[in-house]
């Protein structure tokens, strides 16, 4: 189904009811920027046997359309999309959960409506300022104005060599290099990743990774009052553990656990993933025997 988000973009959202769904809270799934729900290939079955479960698309991503404001791209106008998803949808209470950037869209969208929210799950990600700690330095930071200001001097030349890449290459490049854990993963599984990352608007995406490596949820850490679950990837070269410790040790009623993995262990080391969560979600709610994972009980 399709929502409206403030500015009229259309905003893709698909929803999976529980049978118990009165009983049970609501998982909502948020992306790393330029993704359109690789990494929860395995978690939509999985989070589906105990909870509800929605996913959506980022404005200009996947089946979502182009923003209707074309300035409407940043981190906080994800956050207020997530607001829109969760009102329109009807849920009580929710799990946010976040991969990637999807950290800080869950983050700011607690800030800017914590009521109902009743958890987060953060994965492989941080509080923000992605680009000045991608690989665990600065250097994004310092060229993406400057690769901002060529593409925009080049737009249909970047457009076409950006668009031009073949996804195959792009993940035979990612297995050799080690971004992923090629033993402990399905090649398969990347290939949606790539060839979004190929299809998506150049322009837009750059300014998009801007204003999330300039947006910082930091202070609002130690203000969360809800349970957070914290997951990273031991050899994480995107989102190096140090952040997601960071995090974890600054909000109040966090958890950590590192995983041996990268930045994709959802898919990487699936059944421990699952089994964290579901662990957590059970927590929520002490003594509450109706949280199985079938409609019998």
């Excluded at 929605?54 to 074309?70: I, K, M, Q, T």
């Excluded at 950590?256 to 990487?268: Q, R, Y």
């Amino acid at each position: 189904m399709f929502v409206s988000a403030r500015d009229g973009t259309r905003l893709f959202v698909r929803y999976r009811p529980h049978p118990l769904e009165a009983d049970r809270p609501t998982a909502i799934l948020c992306d790393g920027i330029a993704c359109d729900g690789f990494i929860w290939k395995y978690l939509w079955d999985d989070l589906a046997r105990f909870m509800n479960v929605v996913h959506w698309h980022y404005r200009g991503h996947g089946r979502s359309a182009r923003p209707s404001d074309p300035e409407m791209i940043e981190l906080e106008d994800h956050a207020r999309d997530l607001d829109t998803v969760r009102r329109m949808i009807g849920a009580g209470e929710v799990v946010l959960f976040g991969h990637s950037m999807g950290c800080q869209v869950a983050l700011e969208a607690y800030r800017i409506h914590p009521a109902d929210v009743r958890a987060m799950v953060l994965i492989c990600g941080s509080h923000g300022r992605i680009t000045h700690t991608f690989k665990g330095t600065d250097v994004m930071a310092q060229l993406l104005p400057r690769v901002i200001e060529t593409v925009d001097k080049h737009t249909r030349l970047a457009r076409g060599l950006w668009g031009h890449l073949p996804p195959e290459v792009a993940l035979r490049i990612a297995l050799v290099t080690g971004e992923v854990d090629k033993a402990s993963i399905v090649p398969e599984d990347l290939l949606p990743y790539m060839k979004h990352m190929v299809d998506i608007d150049l322009p837009m995406f750059l300014r998009m990774l801007r204003s999330a490596g300039e947006h910082s949820a930091r202070d609002l850490l130690p203000k969360i009052d809800v349970p957070v679950l914290v997951l990273a990837g031991d050899r994480d070269s995107f989102t190096p553990t140090r952040y997601a410790e960071e995090m974890a040790a600054l909000i109040p009623r966090s958890e950590l656990k590192i995983l041996s993995g990268t930045h994709v262990i959802p898919i990487e080391r699936k059944d421990q993933v699952v089994e964290l969560i579901e662990q957590f979600v059970r927590r929520l709610s002490p003594g509450e025997s109706a949280l199985t994972t079938s409609s019998e009980g």
